[in-house]
């Protein structure tokens, strides 16, 4: 794929002809977030004071944050047509794993926190390679390791502390440098922006220029359009499924060293049904349920949505009772307007 | 394996070994709680092996409820008696595993009633079937009419107003309730005994399944109504959560809780929660074997056919240190 097609000058075929940018711009699939997060920032400002106050600007970037950082990958993986059911708990079992090793073998922390990361990476690779292997529906897949994972974590933890909650690491050596990485807090004038805000944003931008910019992006889209047809022009399919599966993995390590060294303890039964939160956020910023098409910024747009309608309901102090309906309605009008933008685009 | 793979596999290996070895905490960590394990062990009844089944409503991963286990597993230990503990936080999904318990004619079944209609049909079989049936924790108002024999638990509402008469004595006027669980009866009484104490209470509704997301709730919140001046959340993970969000905020609210878990000892310690309400859990899990064994062995009802009140009581800075010492081991 990726071979942009020259047209000779002389014969001008419709389909193929250079459109407008408007056109171009409009065709993006983060547009339509785009707009769904305006109206709603729009929409909040207008009926909630709290929302207007510049200081909390902080807090609704790091609730878009730690959403934002696992739906990036999650978007990957779906524009490569394939899902990832583990990816909610797969960061509790990094935030545990750096725990349990860390207090059971009286490990350094940061050993403790580089084993994680072989384990959060050995779990991705784990998904790709069963998916390669078997062929069989990643949903399948991944649904079985997200039972395996949600298991491992109870049991294992129950096994080396005893308890159902990793132990207190926070007196070990290690902790606090770790914490300086993982878990920091700076002020920028009085908006206080958190750690996972910054690598959120990293991760979006990386992910983007890769999906756009490089060959593997282009082999991303290819598989998830059509395994088969990229595999006969040269694609190395299950390259590709590996190393976007790692990649989840790698975010989910991430996510779960913020949570560990943010909140010192684990519980081993955290992270339960966030995968659809993720999958939610991606697919409000565009992505197909179908594979190959998508983006990365819109996914982390709609992580953006997502937070400013959880937050927006707390700032405007409505009765909370309806909070999930507020919540349900508002991501379908953000979908909506999303869908609507797509169409007038398409239609041009 | 080619040579060179082997060798490269060989020093990856090494590597990680000796970084392991060089790689050590000289602080904290399994070494201190081990020795502190190893001193409990109590005496140990000579009576008949019997088998009891603990069906309670528990998601999996509750710190609450691995306390409340713990109390049972511990009576078991001593009463020679062979635990089977089984939990699911669907009310009819927990009835079926009572039904699975009544099909294995086990000796005695302990349960929660935390959603009394779903256990009803249940329980009524069991009796019918001649098993002793004890309830803890949830159904204070229903047991006796279902034929269950005792009751361990606290009153959830009359818990929720000493909450409410406390904050009030120490000058609250503009407390949040933060319910981390939407619909769980319980949680929602304990609320609603603040509420008639303090009428201008709110409540927050959180995901307790994310840190992160009840996090940046209650800071909103926190942010959004600066009038806000306590702030009491209906477990001991969620208040450590509260802590972060208080600081946040850069709110002057002070935190406090219901019910404990290591962690939060420590928070009351350090003074970062003001005080928790203790219902004693392992004390309900602890009680409902004892009793089941006591029935059997010696036609003994603790309590008299009343309900026995484990709770409400208060650990705050004066009596942590006492609760402390026995927390290391999650069991309080």
């Given at each position: 794929m990726g071979t942009s097609a020259s047209t000779?000058?002389?014969?001008?075929?419709d389909r193929v002809a250079p459109r407008s940018g408007s056109v171009r711009l409009l065709r993006r699939p983060e547009i339509g977030a785009l707009l769904g997060a305006v109206v709603v920032c729009v929409f909040f400002l207008i009926v909630a004071s709290?929302?207007?106050?510049?200081?909390n600007v902080g807090t609704i970037l790091y609730g878009a944050a730690t959403i934002g950082i696992m739906a990036v990958p999650v978007a990957l993986l779906m524009v490569g047509g394939e899902f990832d059911l583990s990816a909610g708990v797969a960061v509790t079992s990094a935030g545990l794993a750096a725990s349990l090793l860390a207090w059971y073998f009286n490990f350094h922390v940061w050993f403790a926190v580089l084993l994680a990361l072989l384990i959060s990476l050995a779990i991705g690779a784990f998904n790709g390679t069963m998916l390669n292997r078997t062929g069989l529906p990643s949903f399948l897949v991944t649904l079985g390791t997200f039972f395996i994972l949600q298991g491992v974590n109870l049991g294992m933890t129950k096994v080396v502390t005893g308890n159902v909650a990793s132990n207190?690491?926070?007196?070990?050596?290690g902790f606090e440098s770790a914490q300086h990485v993982f878990a920091w807090e700076a002020s920028i004038g009085s908006v206080a922006i958190k750690a996972p805000v910054v690598y959120w944003l990293v991760i979006t931008v990386v992910a983007a220029v890769v999906l756009l910019k490089t060959r593997f992006g282009n082999w991303i889209f290819a598989v998830g359009g059509d395994a088969d047809a990229a595999r006969a022009v040269g694609v190395p399919v299950h390259l590709v499924r590996l190393v976007l599966y790692m990649f989840v993995g790698f975010c989910a390590w991430l996510a779960g060293m913020h949570l560990l060294f943010e909140f010192n303890t684990v519980q081993?039964?955290?992270?339960?049904?966030n995968e659809f939160i993720f999958i939610i956020a991606a697919v409000v910023g565009?992505?197909?349920?179908?594979?190959?098409y998508g983006s990365a910024v819109g996914a982390s747009i709609g992580a953006l949505i997502f937070a400013m309608t959880q937050l927006g309901i707390n700032y405007a102090g409505?009765?909370?009772?309806w909070f999930k309906t507020f919540l349900g309605v508002m991501l379908v009008l953000a979908t909506l307007v999303n869908l609507w933008v797509k169409k007038k685009a398409d239609a041009r | 394996m080619s040579s060179r793979t082997r060798r490269a596999t060989a020093v990856v290996a090494t590597t990680v070994l000796v970084a392991a070895l060089a790689a050590c905490?000289?602080?904290?960590?399994r070494k201190a709680v081990e020795d502190a394990e190893r001193a409990r062990n109590a005496g140990k009844a000579t009576t008949p092996k019997m088998t009891i089944a603990l069906v309670t409503h528990s998601g999996p991963g509750d710190t609450f409820w691995d306390i409340v286990r713990k109390g049972a597993q511990d009576a078991a230990a001593k009463d020679n008696v062979d635990l089977q503990y089984t939990a699911d936080p669907d009310g009819a999904k927990q009835a079926n595993l009572v039904q699975q318990a009544i099909d294995k004619k086990v000796d005695g079944i302990a349960l929660t009633l935390a959603k009394p209609d779903a256990m009803q049909g249940v329980v009524k079989k069991a009796v019918a079937a001649k098993i002793p049936v004890v309830a803890l924790n949830g159904g204070l108002d229903r047991w006796k009419a279902m034929g269950v024999t005792s009751y361990f638990g606290q009153d959830e509402k009359i818990a929720g107003q000493q909450a409410g008469d406390r904050m009030l004595k120490e000058g609250a006027k503009h407390p949040i309730c933060v319910i981390h669980?939407?619909?769980n009866v319980g949680l929602e009484d304990r609320c609603a005994g603040v509420k008639q104490r303090i009428p201008a209470t709110q409540l927050l509704y959180v995901d307790g399944k994310s840190p992160a997301s009840m996090q940046t709730a209650i800071t909103s919140k926190l942010q959004q109504d600066k009038a806000i001046d306590y702030v009491l959340t209906l477990g001991g993970p969620i208040a450590t959560v509260a802590v972060q969000s208080k600081a946040s905020a850069a709110s002057t609210a002070k935190i406090v809780t219901f019910d404990t878990s290591q962690d939060l000892i420590n928070a009351i310690k350090a003074g970062t929660v003001q005080w928790a309400v203790d219902q004693q859990p392992y004390l309900q899990g602890y009680l409902a074997v004892d009793q089941l064994w006591l029935l059997k062995t010696n036609g003994n009802i603790v309590g008299g056919g009343q309900p026995v009140l484990t709770g409400p009581a208060f650990i705050d800075k004066s009596n942590v240190a006492a609760v402390e010492k026995f927390a290391a081991s999650g069991r309080r």
């Open positions: 000779p000058a002389a014969a001008v075929d709290a929302f207007r106050n510049v200081d207190n690491i926070s007196d070990m050596q081993s039964g955290d992270g339960v049904g565009g992505c197909l349920l179908t594979g190959g409505w009765n909370p009772d | 905490s000289s602080t904290g960590g669980e939407q619909g």
